[in-house]
């Protein structure tokens, strides 16, 4: 069966960088969508990031220019290095596939910015 596992969460300050992973099984990931969601104390979750099996991505407008995502076909992973990490990243952040209407969802993995 399909499998996400997240790590990589934690505190970080302002300013700082964290690298999130996604251990995919169940499925070959050279052949799909994979992303991440997050979802802030209080709000709805949100898309953040998506690598396509053809290999565009996309990121959400609050990103843009600070996180960046990619994968290793051959581990299966899937990665969002975050820079320049600001407190309105603090947020629960889960890997999904598809990226449009996820049928899959990993556990999730916290990420709190903050001095």
């Known amino acids: 069966q399909v499998q996400l596992v997240e790590s990589g969460g934690g505190l970080v300050q302002p300013g700082g960088s964290l690298r999130l992973s996604c251990a995919a099984s169940?499925?070959?990931?050279?052949?799909?969508?994979i992303g991440w969601f997050r979802q802030a104390p209080g709000k709805e979750r949100e898309g953040v990031s998506c690598s396509s099996s053809i290999g565009s991505t996309y990121y959400a407008d609050s990103v843009k220019g600070r996180f960046t995502i990619s994968r290793d076909n051959a581990k299966n992973t899937v990665y969002l290095q975050m820079n320049s990490l600001k407190p309105e990243d603090t947020a629960v952040y889960y890997c999904v596939t598809p990226c449009s209407d996820p049928d899959y969802w990993g556990q999730g993995t916290q990420v709190t910015v903050s001095s």
């Open positions: 169940g499925f070959t990931l050279d052949y799909y969508a």
